[in-house]
């Protein structure tokens, strides 16, 4: 029951608790402590928090079993991944978002099948004469 298209915004350490959640597809939050303990240092009433406001922001829902909630994902990490890049791309100049993708594919490490299909979408995509400014006056350097 993965809804799609739903812009997510969710903290570095809701992100941490949503990728073991996508991986299993149905976890609990002992399982979640387990697979986090170590490298995150968290208790289980840490991870209990941020399921909570996971629950609440309807990023995953609840299921009951016993005393147990088995949590499940209700949106995709595709769709949350993409969410994440157009909330990056919406606080930066729009003629600036370019260079940026530059920069994260310069940063990247990628195999040759990351590169192919970099390059594929790059080959379809039709390039525009001119990007306007999308900035408030004072925002960039652009309209100075």
């Known amino acids: 029951m993965v809804k799609t298209k739903m812009p997510v915004k969710i903290s570095d350490s809701e992100w941490e608790v949503m990728r073991?959640?996508?991986?299993?597809?149905?976890?609990?939050?002992?399982?979640?402590?387990?697979?986090?303990?170590?490298?995150?240092?968290?208790?289980?009433?840490?991870?209990?928090?941020?399921?909570?406001?996971?629950v609440k922001k309807e990023v995953v829902w609840t299921q009951q079993e016993g005393k147990k909630f088995i949590y499940h994902p209700a949106v995709s990490e595709m769709d949350t991944v993409r969410s994440a890049t157009e909330n990056l791309f919406?606080?930066?100049?729009a003629k600036k978002v370019g260079e940026t993708i530059a920069d994260l594919?310069?940063?990247?490490?990628?195999?040759?099948?990351?590169?192919?299909?970099?390059?594929?979408?790059?080959?379809q995509k039709k390039p525009v004469a001119t990007i306007a400014c999308n900035c408030i006056p004072g925002q960039c350097t652009c309209k100075s």
Do not use: F, P, Y
């Open 90 to 93: 919406s606080h930066i100049c």
């Open 105 to 123: 594919v310069e940063e990247a490490t990628l195999t040759q099948a990351d590169i192919d299909k970099i390059m594929e979408q790059l080959q």
């Open 20 to 54: 073991v959640i996508w991986t299993l597809n149905q976890t609990t939050a002992q399982e979640i402590t387990q697979i986090l303990a170590d490298s995150m240092d968290w208790k289980a009433a840490t991870v209990k928090t941020l399921l909570g406001r996971l």
